[in-house]
């Protein structure tokens, strides 16, 4: 088993990738966030970054095309679209 020397503090990967994940920050931002806590290339930054999914997604445009039985689950939740 390997000794680890040093403690690495991972909040500010964990949180560049967060702030990303949910909306708050863009790639460029987050890449540079997330390359200057780890200390990772920018390629590796952004490959790690694009594999994720976004929750940010909402429906803007106060319609939807999406079928009827979809559109009831979303019910009274924040991604209803608003006729």
Known sequence: MAKIET???VTGM???MVDYRVGQTNMK???KELQET???PVEVCEVLLK??????V????????E????????????NEAVR
Request: charged share 35%; net charge positive; aromatic share 2%.
């Open 29 to 31: 931002s987050a890449t």
């Open 51 to 56: 594999e994720m999914r976004r929750h940010n």
């Open 14 to 16: 964990i949180d560049a």
């Open 67 to 78: 079928p009827e039985r979809l559109r009831k689950g979303k019910k009274g939740k924040s």
């Open 38 to 40: 780890t200390g990772l």
């Open 7 to 9: 403690k690495v503090d």
């Open 58 to 65: 909402t429906q803007i445009r106060g319609y939807s095309n």
